[in-house]
């Protein structure tokens, strides 16, 4: 499926860019819709080009035995894996849909070209691999300093501010929370997330209400999710 | 001023014809630090873009409590300080001179200008950039999905790569990180460290004898791994 430039102009990476050359990459780019199990990209693959999320949300995240870590949950207009793009080399994470996403692709020539041609579109980029960058250090700082409790309350507070709406008893997340996707995200396994929401329950930050994450107390699950553990994180099973 | 062959032998300037070199040699600014000394702290504002003439530079992060996570280990060649320039200004890590440290900056106002205004300058920051995601990304591996001894025993055999002097009984590495930086690299305690070098003992797999470290059986390091 085709891209409009106007649909185009609307992603920051290419926000910068107008009249004739923004006609240009968005005659190369495709809209693509995915949903469930299909990869965006897949760990190991050798990059063909970039991929923004145009709409919905997409998991990034490395896979070990039966392990997975995510690494980031992205959003509209965030950009999927640029590294390769630029190295040349292959994908480093894979992405997948969380529920359904639209995502625009350029072509890796088409990309690099512009990389050349445009001032705005080299800033956006840099800015997007700085940021990355900062993200996933404070991941690999979260997963040595933090305990697994701390983790899950992070987990938890991220959720609620990609979807969440706040009622009398507290702040309900827009959708259910799977202990698997939690384990994901906090970097340990299912076993440990169960211990941590109980822990986090009887403290009273937060309710487990059929499955369904309420927080009852914001600053304190935030004071939980700065917590730091005496001790390393859980090693995997 | 630094020499544009000092600069041709950096990989990231590789792409560079002399007049580009000229011109970024001519904004680099040398630096020297001395062994132990800070480059920049974690949370100050950045100075720029830094690379390694000569000796070894430790990025880290600390906890509140003062635990250290180190990031990498920065060699000759190789350069720091890419993060902070491009995105709010504020480091992200720490960097601390191992050795005595020779490194030319390139500071912040001029590398993000060049970078912005110069293609080829944008690519080099940006390969810089995507260098250090990729390595970030095997570090969280390493947390996520390995347990301590598996951590310890891939440092080791990295040291060994790195710096492993080949002896009669294997390849012998002098730890020139005491045991308490070996635990902030691999994210533990030094109690942990020490008991898993003496896991690793056991299995025959190392000697240990206070900061030299012979690996008897490469072999089953790896397969700890």
């Given at each position: 499926m085709g891209v409009s430039p106007e649909s185009l102009h609307s992603i920051p990476v290419f926000a910068g860019v107008g009249g004739l050359q923004l006609d240009g990459i968005a005659a190369h780019t495709q809209a693509r819709i995915y949903s469930g199990r299909k990869l965006i990209v897949q760990e190991g693959q050798l990059c063909t080009g970039l991929h923004v999320v145009a709409d919905g949300r997409v998991k990034l995240f490395r896979r070990s035995d039966d392990r997975e870590q995510i690494m980031v949950v992205l959003g509209r207009g965030d950009v999927v894996d640029a590294a390769p793009l630029i190295d040349g080399g292959e994908h480093r994470v894979s992405a997948q849909a969380l529920g359904r996403a639209t995502v625009y692709f350029v072509d890796r020539a088409t990309m690099l070209a512009t990389i050349d041609q445009c001032p705005s579109v080299r800033?956006?980029?840099?800015?997007?691999?700085?940021e990355r960058l900062r993200t996933f250090a404070e991941l690999a700082s979260d997963l040595a300093f933090k305990d697994a409790t701390a983790r899950v309350a992070s987990a938890i507070l991220v959720c609620a501010e990609e979807g969440s709406h706040t009622d009398a008893t507290g702040t309900r997340l827009d959708r259910k929370l799977t202990r698997q996707e939690l384990a994901a995200r906090a970097g340990t396994v299912r076993e440990v997330v169960l211990r941590s929401l109980k822990r986090l329950q009887q403290q009273g930050l937060i309710a487990d209400e059929v499955g369904q994450v309420v927080i009852l107390d914001r600053a304190g699950l935030q004071r939980a999710a700065q917590g730091e553990g005496t001790h390393a994180p859980p090693p995997a099973a | 001023m630094i020499g544009i062959q000092s600069l041709a032998g950096i990989p990231f300037f590789a792409d560079f014809s002399p007049d580009e070199l000229a011109g970024i040699s001519a904004m680099m600014v040398e630096r020297v630090f001395r062994p132990g000394e800070i480059i920049f702290l974690e949370g100050a504002p950045s100075d720029g873009l830094f690379f390694v003439a000569s000796g070894r530079v430790r990025v880290y992060k600390t906890s509140t409590t003062g635990k250290e996570q180190a990031l990498c280990l920065m060699t000759p060649r190789t350069c720091f300080g890419g993060c902070p320039i491009f995105d709010g200004n504020i480091s992200p890590v720490t960097a601390q001179a191992v050795d005595e440290v020779v490194a030319y900056l390139l500071p912040r106002d001029e590398a993000v200008e060049r970078a912005k205004d110069n293609p080829t300058l944008s690519r080099v920051?940006?390969?810089?950039?995507?260098?250090?995601?990729?390595?970030?990304?095997?570090?969280?591996?390493?947390?996520?999905?390995?347990?301590?001894t598996e951590r310890i025993a891939d440092k080791l055999l990295a040291y060994a790569d790195e710096q492993g002097q080949a002896t009669k009984r294997g390849v012998e590495i002098h730890l020139d990180l005491t045991q308490e930086k070996l635990a902030s690299l691999v994210g533990c305690s030094r109690e942990v460290v020490t008991r898993s070098l003496l896991r690793l003992e056991r299995l025959g797999a190392i000697e240990a004898q206070g900061r030299r470290v012979v690996i008897i059986d490469r072999e089953k390091l790896i397969q700890v791994t």
């Open positions: 800033e956006a980029l840099l800015n997007h691999m700085a | 920051v940006l390969r810089i950039l995507a260098g250090r995601l990729t390595h970030l990304t095997t570090v969280v591996d390493g947390l996520s999905f390995k347990c301590v």
